[in-house]
């Protein structure tokens, strides 16, 4: 399996599992149905770029299955999230705040689980444009 399968794979989940970390967070109180169509919608739009990336990517069968697992359990967390905090009719900043805590704590989960999955971090290339250039024909 080349390295470039890995990379991409992890960085899909990350991207989906990331999607789930920002369940519209309001400054006022939101009704309950508008609070959760959002979430429903963040939720809906991260399992499907992630079943797009997936399917981009060859991956070993049983990897794939565990990963699309974890992301539905993720989501499914999200939703009973959302749906408590909608519970009374209103969603404040509060409840927001741990409908994302929760959704955030799912991202750390499926990052650290699938870690080995994830890109080497790269050195900085440096400075672009005008400026780069200049250091670099200084340093050469």
Same mark, same amino acid.
């Given at each position: 399996?080349?390295?470039? &399968?890995?990379? %991409?794979?992890?960085? +899909?989940?990350?991207?989906?599992? !990331? +999607?789930?970390?920002?369940?519209?967070?309001?400054?006022? *109180?939101?009704?309950? =149905?508008?609070?959760?169509?959002?979430? =429903?919608?963040? &939720?809906?739009?991260?399992?499907?770029?992630?079943?797009?990336?997936?399917?981009?990517?060859?991956? *070993?069968?049983?990897?794939?299955?565990?990963?699309?697992?974890?992301?539905?359990? %993720?989501?499914?967390?999200?939703? @009973?999230?959302?749906?408590?905090?909608?519970?009374? !009719?209103? &969603?404040? *900043?509060?409840? %927001?705040?741990? &409908?994302?805590?929760?959704?955030?704590?799912?991202?750390?989960?499926?990052?650290?689980?699938? @870690?080995?999955?994830?890109?080497?971090? #790269?050195?900085?290339? !440096? #400075?672009?444009?005008?400026?780069?250039?200049?250091?670099?024909? %200084?340093?050469?």
């Amino acid at each position: 399996m080349s390295r470039l &399968v890995p990379t %991409a794979l992890a960085l +899909a989940a990350a991207l989906a599992l !990331g +999607a789930l970390a920002t369940p519209a967070l309001a400054r006022d *109180p939101v009704k309950g =149905e508008e609070f959760r169509a959002r979430v =429903e919608k963040r &939720v809906t739009r991260a399992l499907a770029r992630l079943d797009r990336a997936l399917e981009r990517h060859e991956l *070993p069968a049983d990897v794939e299955q565990q990963i699309r697992a974890d992301a539905a359990t %993720a989501a499914a967390n999200v939703r @009973a999230a959302a749906d408590q905090a909608a519970a009374d !009719g209103t &969603v404040t *900043p509060e409840e %927001a705040k741990s &409908v994302r805590g929760v959704a955030r704590s799912a991202v750390r989960e499926g990052r650290a689980k699938y @870690a080995k999955y994830l890109p080497e971090k #790269k050195a900085h290339k !440096g #400075k672009k444009g005008k400026k780069g250039k200049k250091a670099r024909r %200084a340093r050469d």
